[in-house]
């Protein structure tokens, strides 16, 4: 058998799974193999093994995505404290000198906020979890869109007061892109003014989610106590010092009728995406609770429902109901469709298998700077990473040595042999770039990438006293850490520019650059990613001459420029294309005329900033025998670029701020006053008892400064988050504006 076993590439030995150690160890048996590894490959198998398939059903890759200070942190650190990953509870904001596990950096624990996306894992019964805890800042929306990527499941916390937010609703949009199936749990339900049943509704009128509670809550505010399961239909309450002790219990009378209600509730809503239970409601039978249950799994993974629970991780309250619920409704590897896309085949896509026999496939999300080197997160879709095996990377085609593999928890890290599929994991020591993907070399796949936003706010960077090495190290470092980063040195000014998504994103990364590499920073005014365009078509017609004696330049272009819309699937809104038959123009010049259209692109005649929108189509030409190049060519098409943008009515495009706020209701006419004086154009309101909620579109322009008006205007009690939307043309009288102080800031340089 052990023959047959490693013919079909098989583990040569017994496995065994540990629960508490969370990974795979093979007991060796005496086996003898007549084939060498490279040749066991040709026979892997397709079907997984029985005990990897037990393994892959017991393990769960989740992450905790939510809006700013929903208590993702929070409800993480009880997930680790209640699955015995660590000894005892610590506040988020470090109060008690120590501070929650999943923030680990200084700056997160002085901030009271997350930064970096944290990984580990944890054991809860015979089931393995690993956790990604994401940041709720819009700032750095990136570490949330990596870590929804590659994970098979989520848990999107919301405020039982504020509910339905405005990250929120980014989390759900990156949720839906990824298809991500969620259970969502309404936190902090010992405040005052807490309604989940209202958080619901925001959830099906805002998110358009099918969702319903499979939970009520046991008291209101300060004496909430525990939650009653409507599958289960019995009471849980959390008793001992730390919430510890789950007690179960019928289900107290008082809230029989809420109970039978919400349960029938939850009937109606799976009958409307289930089969199985639209047959029972159509046929007035009661569904037991073990065909809820798997109506709500089946439904949940299908992206049709999402279950609701509820309970106070600072209270330590229905934290160990909510972990039961992520292993009974969130899928398993085995459960999630996985695809790449196959080099050789013409980018066909491909399933991919989630088992450990098959060829490896891995994908490295995200890069860190350890102290023993760069770390790769991985995530692993099929076959098995092994210390010291050799992979592939299939975008350089290098091969290289896994020097070290370990588990994160947090900043700690526990090092392993073997990771299997399914896994996420880290590796030391291997160069690479984020979103490249590894293979074992038989195969050449690459994994989709993912969405990359655009930066919206840049500032000028320099330099305390005398560059350092350390400056540039820490640029280059950063920007491969985080693809929303972007650094590049202005041409005329020599000033070095870092562009990301928000003020409070540049800031944190100015703060590590003097904190990690020593290196203080003086920052300029943040300057806006204003872009230019054109409304109209204009043709051109533009010869480019010269003669110095001897060899001259010469060339002639002719054609159009024309408006063109973002293309839906690669997100390009600037082309060139090349229209020229007869060969007016030789073939060789036509790449020099597209790098004159790109030279162009960079810097536009308005005020100096990129040009989007544009499509340049290239109809016909002259070239001269001799006096033709193809630098020629590029001048003359940079040329006529300019000379038909002035003439198809060009306008300069700002990008719009989605702003949200929340204030005290008596403070609703000055913050909305304040927004129409930001040139804001109000999109929603919602009024709730004593306070109000309001979302604006403004122009990032007019939204400097705006925290202290907004803490000025409420007595400190407003709060506002902003999320970029697009880009929108300026009113032209603000054109006009921008265009004049470029042209004196042109006049200054002349000097």
Not at 121 to 139: E, F, L
Not at 587 to 612: Q, R, S
Not at 650 to 656: A, F
Not at 673 to 690: A, C, I, M, P, S
């Amino acid at each position: 058998m052990s023959f047959v076993r490693n013919m079909l590439g098989g583990l040569p030995g017994k496995v065994t799974f540990r629960a508490a150690a969370s990974f795979i160890e093979t007991a060796p048996r005496s086996t003898f193999s007549l084939f060498p590894i490279g040749l066991t490959r040709r026979y892997q198998s397709t079907e997984a093994e029985p005990k990897d398939l037990e393994r892959l059903r017991k393990l769960r890759n989740i992450g905790i995505s939510a809006h700013i200070d929903s208590g993702k942190t929070t409800c993480t650190e009880r997930i680790l404290f209640y699955t015995g990953r660590i000894k005892e509870i610590h506040d988020v904001r470090g109060r008690d000198g120590v501070g929650a596990k999943m923030d680990s950096m200084e700056l997160e624990r002085e901030k009271g906020i997350t930064i970096q996306s944290a990984a580990t894992y944890a054991s809860w019964g015979d089931n393995n979890i690993n956790i990604i805890d994401t940041p709720g800042h819009v700032d750095f929306t990136i570490e949330v869109e990596r870590a929804l990527r590659v994970l098979d499941g989520a848990v999107m916390i919301l405020c039982s007061v504020a509910g339905v937010q405005s990250q929120t609703i980014t989390v759900d949009r990156q949720m839906r892109r990824y298809n991500v199936p969620r259970i969502s749990f309404i936190n902090k339900m010992d405040r005052p003014g807490a309604n989940p049943f209202r958080i619901i509704e925001q959830l099906r009128n805002k998110l358009k989610l099918t969702a319903a509670a499979i939970q009520i809550p046991i008291g209101h505010e300060d004496q909430f106590r525990g939650v009653v399961d409507l599958v289960k239909w019995k009471a849980f309450y959390n008793e001992g010092e730390a919430g510890q002790d789950l007690v179960e219990r019928d289900i107290p009378e008082d809230l029989m009728p809420l109970a039978t209600e919400k349960r029938h509730e939850l009937i109606e809503q799976l009958a409307n995406v289930d089969d199985e239970i639209a047959d029972l409601y159509l046929c007035e039978e009661m569904p037991t609770a073990e065909q809820l249950m798997q109506a709500v799994r089946r439904a949940t993974i299908s992206l049709k429902f999402t279950p609701v629970l509820m309970g106070s991780a600072f209270k330590n309250t229905a934290i160990q109901p909510l972990l039961d619920s992520i292993i009974q409704y969130l899928p398993d590897p085995t459960e999630v469709p996985n695809t790449a896309l196959d080099i050789n085949n013409g980018e066909e896509k491909v399933d991919l298998k989630p088992y450990s026999n098959s060829p490896f496939v891995g994908l490295a999300f995200k890069l860190e700077e350890g102290r023993y080197g760069q770390l790769t997160y991985m995530r692993i879709y099929q076959g098995s990473l092994k210390k010291g095996s050799f992979i592939t990377n299939v975008k350089t085609g290098k091969k290289i040595k896994v020097p070290r593999l370990v588990r994160m928890h947090a900043a700690d890290m526990e090092d392993v042999d073997e990771l299997g599929a399914g896994e996420i994991g880290a590796m030391f020591g291997v160069d690479c770039s984020s979103g490249d993907t590894f293979t074992d070399g038989t195969l050449q796949y690459t994994m989709t990438s993912m969405f990359v936003p655009e930066p919206v706010i840049s500032l000028s960077l320099t330099p305390k006293g005398k560059e350092s090495a350390n400056f540039s190290k820490a640029l280059n470092r950063f920007q491969k850490e985080d693809p929303t980063f972007r650094v590049h040195v202005d041409n005329e000014s020599k000033e070095t520019i870092i562009s990301g998504m928000g003020e409070l994103h540049l800031q944190i990364y100015v703060e590590r650059m003097k904190r990690e590499y020593g290196v203080e920073c003086l920052t300029g005014k943040p300057r806006v990613a204003f872009r230019e365009t054109i409304t109209q078509a204009a043709k051109f017609n533009y010869t480019h001459k010269k003669q110095s004696g001897g060899a001259g330049q010469f060339g002639r272009v002719v054609g159009q420029l024309e408006p063109m819309t973002a293309d839906e699937e690669t997100g390009k809104d600037v082309s060139f294309e090349n229209r020229v038959i007869g060969g007016n123009i030789p073939t060789n010049f036509i790449p020099a005329c597209e790098k004159g259209f790109n030279d162009a692109l960079e810097k536009g005649p308005l005020i100096g900033h990129p040009v989007n929108g544009v499509r340049m189509v290239l109809e016909d030409g002259a070239a001269h025998a001799v006096d033709s190049s193809e630098l020629a060519f590029r001048i003359a098409t940079k040329n006529a670029f300019h000379e038909a943008f002035a003439k198809a009515r060009p306008t300069i495009l700002e990008p719009i701020m989605n702003v949200a706020i929340s204030a005290p209701i008596e403070f609703q006419g000055s913050v909305i006053g304040g927004l129409n004086k930001r040139k804001g154009t109000v999109v929603d309101t919602e009024v709730q008892e004593d306070y109000f909620e309001v979302t604006a579109d403004v122009p990032l322009n007019e939204m400097f400064g705006y925290s202290t008006e907004l803490r000025s205007a409420t007595q400190g009690k407003g709060e506002f988050s902003m999320e970029y939307k697009e880009h929108q043309p300026v009113q032209s009288n603000v054109q006009e504006t921008l265009i004049q102080e470029y042209k004196q800031e042109l006049a200054k340089k002349a000097k």
